[in-house]
């Protein structure tokens, strides 16, 4: 029980985590942005519009960085949710379900032929010739 709670609660500090550092990068772009192209050497006509543009970028970049760096332990407890919700499904108590058919790959029989399927018995009577 205290197992489930510390993930849980791992996975809330994680998107709390990430939502602050969205916001965070998006005022350091609006913040720094301007100053950095100033250093740069860049003349720039419209301030506003750039200070726009690297706050935009800057939570754009922490996304996609935040996305490859986290993105894995979001996947590992996605899956324990799956196998969890599959493992309630199953647990219904009775034992005589049925499990869904599960299809076969085709091998090849013995002496790499393929393996061929029985056939039919033939009837006892000789077959009719029709004229």
């Known amino acids: 029980m205290l197992t489930k709670l510390i ?16 916001l965070v990068s ?28 690297g706050a935009l970028f800057f939570v754009v970049a922490t996304f996609l960085v935040s996305a490859i ?3 894995p332990f979001l996947v590992l407890v996605d899956i324990r949710k799956s196998v969890r919700a ?8 009775s034992s005589s379900r049925v499990l869904p058919f599960e299809r076969r790959e085709p091998s090849l029989g013995k ?15 000789p077959p009719v010739a029709v004229r």
């Open 69 to 71: 760096l986290t993105g």
């Open 26 to 53: 998006g005022i350091i772009g609006y913040h720094y942005t301007v100053p950095l192209l100033k250093a740069a050497g860049w003349i720039l006509e419209n301030e506003t519009t750039w200070k726009i543009y």
């Open 7 to 22: 993930v849980d609660v791992y996975v809330w500090i994680i998107e709390i985590s990430l939502w602050f550092m969205l």
């Open 111 to 125: 002496g790499g032929q393929p393996a061929v399927a029985p056939q039919r018995q033939q009837s006892a009577s």
């Open 86 to 93: 599959f493992e309630t499904n199953n647990s219904g108590g």
